[in-house]
């Protein structure tokens, strides 16, 4: 039986592909026309790492909802729950407006389902 839900994602994007190498061609024109600090514009390069190793890796995750269960997988991390095992999901909007799913397990066993396998939210226009 088909999946009723499926969600994938993948950690190349072309907004990576294209931001990445303009902080670097910045940090270099920043170091060779400004003098700017080689520690700074190290540090400022050191933060990029993280967004090059998710180029060079490329991470698969996603959420599938199937027949009885929601299966997601999160780079080497996979995770299963049954449906009648869960009482509700809550989603909680953080600050910086990212939405967190959290499985509510009728146990009261909280699940939290990682950043990078939950799918976006369609925000609504309000009245």
Not at 65 to 88: F, M, Q, V, Y
């Amino acid at each position: 039986m088909p999946a009723l839900y499926r969600f994938d994602r993948q950690g190349r994007s072309l907004g990576t592909l294209i931001v990445l190498p303009l902080i670097w061609l910045a940090l270099f024109a920043a170091w060779f026309f400004l003098k700017a600090s080689p520690i700074i514009i190290g540090l400022v390069a050191l933060c990029t790492l993280p967004a090059l190793w998710d180029v060079i890796k490329n991470p698969s995750a996603g959420l599938t909802l199937g027949d009885g269960s929601l299966n997601w997988h999160s780079a080497s991390r996979t995770a299963k729950a049954s449906l009648s095992e869960i009482d509700h999901i809550r989603l909680d909007t953080r600050l910086d407006f990212s939405v967190r799913a959290t499985l509510i397990l009728k146990t009261g066993r909280k699940i939290r389902i990682p950043f990078e396998a939950t799918p976006p939210i369609k925000r609504s226009k309000p009245p």
